[in-house]
């Protein structure tokens, strides 16, 4: 892997990785299977981590296509896609985001009458597989769109992100006792300042791009 290959590899994993945001997701997952079985969360662990995988990579090699049928530039998508990844990153970074997540997580619980199949809605989406992670797989994969090892190394860092989430779900209820709430906060808040830059530079890319050609 060249160094070119390799600076991708790590903007990619790293956009990703605050996107999906694996270690705010695995305490959500603690609450919504508290009480199942450790075979039922495994499952559900292992099946949502993969419908995740599949709607990425669909929206990976079809996002483009989908977006020429609805007559939106990639510019247009990319500017749109920084503004909503600067939105997550300002509740990630006064844990709206969280708490929005946790009320969620709540709700679930009220009506649930037994082990619930979580894999779908929520585990998939939105938590793995959200707008934010649809947005980012896709503009990365525009801009790599007439280099295809460049794409298979966005591919690659997207699903060694979905690999760290499903480690990290089924070590969920250890994490969630050793980070407690307030390491949680503080890695959600570094994450959201990371967040904020990567979006902002999309915003820049896709502005520039419309007005200057690049």
């Keep these: 892997m060249d160094m070119a290959m390799l600076d991708l590899f790590i903007a990619s994993f790293v956009t990703l990785f605050v996107v999906i945001d694996a270690l705010g997701v695995a305490p959500i997952f603690a609450t919504l299977t508290a009480g199942a079985s450790a075979a039922h969360s495994r ?3 292992i099946r949502g981590t993969i419908y995740a995988a599949g709607l990425l990579l669909s929206f990976a090699f079809g996002g483009e296509w989908l977006l020429s049928r609805m007559g939106v530039s990639l510019d247009a998508f990319r500017t749109a896609g920084g503004l909503l990844l600067l939105l997550m990153s300002i509740e990630m970074l006064f844990e709206k985001r969280q708490a929005r997540r946790e009320s969620r997580a709540e709700t ?3 009506d649930e009458d037994g082990p619930e ?19 980012a797989v896709m503009i990365f994969m525009s801009q790599q769109h007439d280099h295809p090892m460049a794409q298979l190394v966005v591919v690659s860092a997207m699903l060694a992100n979905l690999l760290i989430a499903l480690i990290l779900l089924l070590i ?5 006792r050793v980070m407690g709430h307030t390491v949680g906060a503080l890695i959600t808040r570094v994450f959201g300042v990371i967040l904020a830059a990567l979006s902002v530079q999309l915003i820049f890319d896709g502005v ?7």
């Design 117 to 135: 199949d979580i894999s779908v809605f929520p585990l998939a989406i939105p938590l793995l597989a959200g707008p934010g992670s649809i947005a």
């Design 208 to 214: 520039k791009n419309v007005f200057f050609g690049g």
């Design 108 to 110: 679930m619980l009220e």
């Design 43 to 45: 499952s559900m662990a």
């Design 172 to 176: 969920a209820p250890w994490l969630l």
